[in-house]
């Protein structure tokens, strides 16, 4: 073997092992952006999945929300409307004391209590209600004031039972089916 054949001999190795070394490298590149184009893939479909998930979640949890808001709205509106459907019936049975007939129903509610307690009363009402109550209830009659819309209140004498026939527990004892007749 001559130099030259000997040469061109390690030519054609080097050659063949760079054809060889190139080769692989691009059958490595290939296998790697396989592998990354399918990693990305992967993360991406992830993404999508938890996105949806985490969208669908808050969705529900402003629909929720929305929900409450709207049910806490609209028992604030039956609340106010009942209010003042109460205000406005305190106002009705306050101007109802300056009727005529309102004798009469103290009368009938002195007769019930009389009825429930006994002939020896106590009977007590608001101040405007004084002379009014004087004549209805006679002696039995007690001066002291009480805060209440209208009515009286009537206990016995020993004070050990009492029947409140006020406008104000009237309308409390009533105030569900008050509140139904305004809803």
């Given at each position: 073997?001559?130099?030259?054949?000997?040469?061109?001999?390690?030519?054609?190795?080097?050659?063949?092992?760079?054809?060889a070394?190139?080769?692989?490298?691009?059958?490595?590149?290939?296998?790697?952006?396989?592998?990354?184009?399918?990693?990305?893939?992967?993360?991406?479909?992830?993404?999508?999945?938890?996105?949806?998930?985490?969208a669908?979640?808050e969705?529900?949890?402003?629909?929720?929300?929305?929900?409450?808001?709207?049910?806490?709205?609209?028992?604030?509106?039956?609340?106010?409307?009942?209010?003042?459907?109460?205000?406005?019936?305190?106002?009705?049975?306050?101007?109802?004391?300056?009727?005529?007939?309102?004798?009469?129903?103290?009368?009938?509610?002195?007769?019930?209590?009389?009825?429930?307690?006994?002939?020896q009363?106590?009977?007590?009402?608001?101040?405007?209600?004084?002379?009014?109550?004087?004549?209805?209830?006679?002696?039995?009659?007690?001066?002291?004031?009480r805060?209440?819309?209208?009515?009286?209140?009537?206990?016995?004498?020993d004070?050990?039972r009492?029947?409140?026939?006020?406008?104000?527990?009237?309308?409390?004892?009533?105030?569900?089916?008050?509140?139904?007749?305004?809803?």
């Amino acid at each position: 073997m001559t130099l030259e054949s000997l040469v061109e001999e390690i030519r054609r190795r080097g050659e063949a092992e760079l054809a060889a070394i190139e080769s692989a490298r691009a059958a490595e590149t290939t296998r790697l952006a396989a592998e990354r184009d399918r990693a990305v893939s992967e993360i991406r479909e992830h993404a999508v999945r938890s996105a949806e998930t985490d969208a669908a979640r808050e969705r529900a949890q402003r629909l929720a929300a929305a929900k409450l808001q709207a049910r806490k709205l609209l028992y604030e509106a039956r609340e106010k409307r009942f209010a003042a459907g109460m205000a406005e019936t305190r106002a009705l049975l306050e101007s109802y004391t300056r009727a005529p007939e309102y004798a009469a129903v103290l009368k009938r509610m002195l007769a019930a209590a009389n009825d429930a307690l006994g002939k020896q009363l106590r009977v007590s009402g608001r101040a405007e209600d004084a002379t009014l109550l004087g004549k209805v209830a006679g002696k039995a009659f007690d001066p002291t004031p009480r805060p209440i819309l209208g009515g009286l209140i009537a206990e016995t004498v020993d004070g050990a039972r009492r029947l409140n026939f006020s406008f104000d527990e009237l309308l409390r004892l009533r105030e569900d089916r008050v509140r139904e007749l305004l809803a």
